[in-house]
């Protein structure tokens, strides 16, 4: 099941994603004893993480339950303002009493693919049956989410879980989770805003099927739930 929210400001989107994560992470807690994340990297969803982080949000969530992953990661040092993990422990993770060792960052000392294999193994083993209870996206103006670029080997592997690329583009390895493994989640939410994002948004939303050229149409959970969370600006051409 797909559904599309759209928000009038980005702050109400970050506010209602906020909210969700509230309630969904209590009832995984209630249900299995812990609830585990994928984390999103790049810039929109710094907001959240700061949101989560404030005491009206952090008082209502069980931190001591929670297994921190992330769904991609720059081939960065940890030191680098590029790095997702980084960014996230020191706008949230950092703030809230969760255990570091139930927090999960790609050792990016190692070479890609030792670092894609070595993650691998960490998730298997924290999460050995099926998928994740929450992972959250963003959508790149090229139709890229976690680390799917376009026309990638890592769009094809339904083997899997997470692999390394290196992405022309940027000139950069990227470490990301396989569309195989991010849809075995149980929910899945893509935080998109802004007007730069529109056109990309309604391609994806629209009647466009070329997944290789647009890999977030890769994003089809198996047996969970997908939503979108949109602004109006984003949301402007749906
Ligand atoms: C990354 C992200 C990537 C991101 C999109 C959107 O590591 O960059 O995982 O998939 O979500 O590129 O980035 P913005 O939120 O910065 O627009």
């Given amino acids: 099941m797909t559904r599309i929210l759209i928000f009038d400001t980005d702050d109400a989107l970050f506010k209602k994603v906020a909210e969700r994560i509230v309630t969904t992470s209590a009832d995984f807690i209630s249900r299995k004893g812990r609830f585990t994340i994928a984390l999103s990297g790049g810039s929109t969803p710094a907001r959240l993480y700061a949101l989560l982080a404030t005491p009206f949000f952090e008082m209502q969530i069980d931190w001591s339950k929670w297994f921190v992953f992330w769904g991609d990661e720059r081939h960065v040092p940890a030191n680098s303002p590029q790095n997702n993990a980084s ?28 670092a894609a294999a070595d993650y691998e193994k960490i998730i298997s083993a924290m999460i050995p049956e099926g998928g994740l209870d929450l992972v959250l996206l963003g959508l790149g103006t090229n139709g890229h989410t976690a680390s799917l670029f376009p026309h990638t080997q890592v769009l094809h592997n339904i083997t899997r879980k997470v692999m390394e690329e290196y992405i022309i583009e940027l000139d950069q390895y990227r470490i990301s989770m396989t569309s195989h493994f991010i849809n075995q989640a149980n929910k899945i939410f893509f935080l998109v805003t802004g007007k730069e994002k529109s056109e990309i948004v ?3 939303l ?7 050229s647009y890999p977030a149409l890769y994003i089809n959970p198996e047996s969970g739930n997908l939503s979108w969370y949109l602004d109006a600006e984003a949301a402007a051409g749906i």
């Fill in 206 to 212: 629209g009647d466009e099927k070329d997944k290789d």
């Fill in 202 to 204: 309604s391609r994806i």
């Fill in 87 to 114: 960014a996230a422990i020191q706008v949230l993770l950092s703030k809230v009493s969760i255990p570091a060792s139930q927090v999960f960052a790609v050792n990016t000392k190692q070479p890609a693919p030792e």
